[in-house]
């Protein structure tokens, strides 16, 4: 049976929860697209509302929704990159800068010498605010399993590379110590990433769209999706075989993550539409040192975690008040009570 844990004002109830967990458990967060919200709109039901096109055989209106859907996502990140974004996008920004601080600090306040200083974060969202947020967070380490070892090559993707560990040592004494690292696995793809041959590669910018005024002409829509390597909301996601292996590749990777001894998983932002994960999700539950801690939006969102999982006895669901929320904002601050200082 699911338990519900409603939030007090200080988080203190909270934080005491989540404290054994991020001291002594293996450390994964799935951030969806709430995360990334208001500066880009969630999801919805974006993927039904194509899918319909799709069984009723109108590629091109299917084709255009899936445009306007990405288009949307990557005019956020364009202004992000160019220093021209709106008041919105600044906030999810600093929201996220906050949570890689927070994280980094929990990691190297850790205090078992047996357990990795490390943190997995799966995440749906195409979108760059993670990578942006510990580019601005100075002596943060992230992980996206590019392969950046040849400087002269364009990084190509080798997951492999996940989880390996840094070392820093001193001197003279030579004594060394684990920097922490925050392994970041983007499910869905990312826009950054574009295919080469048989391999995914770092871009170097960003996508552009059809000019304006050739937005409707269909090769050009069709060439600006197949430009990203992405997990598309709709029936047709799979049909691509790289990405399918890609895909998959990954799925395998976040089951793997929750099947460790005393894996624990955060999720914020995310809301379990997406069949494969929460398939993967409820059956990694089976591991019995496992738990499952949902952070809900509001008292709506934590009634439907609490069915969603309702055959699961290691689930916790923190929902807000009647009322209130759960927010970014409130997130940083139950993780920041859980370490003092830790975003420091």
């Given at each position: 049976?699911?338990k519900?844990?409603v939030?007090?004002?200080?988080?203190?109830?909270?934080?005491?929860?989540?404290?054994?967990?991020?001291?002594?458990?293996?450390?994964?967060?799935?951030?969806?697209?709430?995360?990334?919200?208001?500066?880009?709109?969630?999801?919805?039901?974006?993927?039904?509302?194509i899918?319909a096109?799709?069984?009723?055989?109108?590629?091109?209106?299917?084709?255009?929704?899936?445009?306007?859907?990405?288009?949307?996502?990557?005019?956020?990140?364009?202004?992000?990159?160019?220093?021209?974004s709106?008041?919105?996008?600044?906030a999810?920004?600093?929201?996220y800068?906050?949570f890689?601080?927070?994280?980094?600090?929990?990691?190297?306040?850790?205090?078992?010498?047996?357990?990795?200083?490390?943190a997995?974060?799966?995440?749906?969202?195409y979108?760059?605010?993670?990578e942006?947020?510990?580019?601005?967070?100075?002596g943060?380490?992230?992980n996206d399993?590019?392969?950046?070892?040849?400087?002269?090559?364009?990084?190509a993707?080798?997951?492999?590379?996940y989880?390996?560990?840094?070392?820093?040592?001193?001197?003279?004494?030579?004594?060394?110590?684990?920097?922490?690292?925050?392994?970041?696995?983007?499910?869905?793809?990312?826009?950054?990433?574009?295919?080469?041959?048989d391999?995914?590669?770092?871009?170097?910018?960003?996508?552009?769209?059809?000019?304006?005024?050739?937005?409707?002409?269909?090769?050009?829509?069709?060439?600006?999706?197949?430009?990203?390597?992405?997990?598309?909301?709709?029936?047709?996601?799979?049909?691509?075989?790289l990405?399918?292996?890609?895909?998959?590749?990954?799925?395998?990777?976040?089951?793997?993550?929750?099947?460790?001894?005393?894996?624990?998983?955060v999720?914020?932002?995310?809301?379990?539409?997406?069949?494969?994960i929460?398939?993967?999700?409820?059956?990694?539950?089976?591991?019995?040192?496992?738990?499952?801690?949902?952070l809900?939006?509001d008292?709506?969102?934590?009634?439907?975690?609490?069915?969603?999982f309702?055959?699961?006895?290691?689930?916790?669901?923190?929902?807000?008040?009647?009322?209130?929320?759960?927010?970014?904002?409130?997130?940083?601050?139950?993780?920041?009570?859980?370490?003092?200082?830790?975003?420091?």
């Amino acid at each position: 049976m699911v338990k519900t844990v409603v939030t007090e004002p200080d988080n203190a109830n909270v934080s005491k929860l989540l404290e054994p967990y991020i001291q002594s458990g293996a450390l994964n967060f799935l951030l969806g697209s709430g995360a990334s919200f208001p500066a880009i709109a969630t999801a919805g039901n974006i993927e039904a509302e194509i899918d319909a096109h799709l069984l009723l055989g109108d590629d091109e209106e299917a084709d255009k929704k899936s445009f306007a859907f990405l288009e949307a996502v990557n005019t956020v990140n364009r202004d992000l990159l160019s220093g021209a974004s709106g008041a919105d996008a600044v906030a999810v920004r600093e929201s996220y800068q906050r949570f890689v601080r927070t994280l980094d600090g929990m990691l190297f306040a850790r205090k078992s010498q047996l357990l990795a200083r490390q943190a997995v974060v799966f995440t749906t969202n195409y979108d760059l605010f993670l990578e942006i947020a510990v580019a601005a967070a100075p002596g943060v380490v992230m992980n996206d399993g590019f392969n950046r070892s040849a400087p002269l090559s364009v990084p190509a993707f080798a997951p492999e590379r996940y989880f390996d560990r840094m070392y820093r040592a001193s001197s003279p004494l030579g004594r060394s110590t684990e920097v922490p690292t925050i392994n970041l696995v983007k499910l869905h793809g990312s826009l950054s990433w574009r295919r080469e041959g048989d391999e995914i590669v770092a871009r170097d910018k960003l996508s552009a769209p059809p000019a304006a005024g050739d937005q409707d002409d269909d090769d050009l829509r069709s060439a600006y999706l197949k430009d990203h390597f992405l997990i598309l909301p709709n029936l047709r996601k799979f049909h691509a075989t790289l990405m399918d292996r890609v895909y998959y590749d990954l799925l395998r990777l976040f089951s793997r993550c929750l099947e460790l001894d005393n894996a624990v998983l955060v999720t914020f932002g995310f809301s379990f539409v997406d069949k494969h994960i929460l398939d993967l999700t409820r059956r990694s539950l089976r591991n019995p040192t496992a738990q499952l801690i949902l952070l809900a939006f509001d008292v709506a969102a934590a009634e439907g975690f609490a069915t969603t999982f309702a055959a699961h006895r290691n689930v916790t669901v923190i929902a807000p008040p009647a009322g209130a929320t759960i927010d970014f904002t409130r997130l940083n601050d139950i993780l920041e009570a859980v370490v003092p200082d830790a975003s420091k």
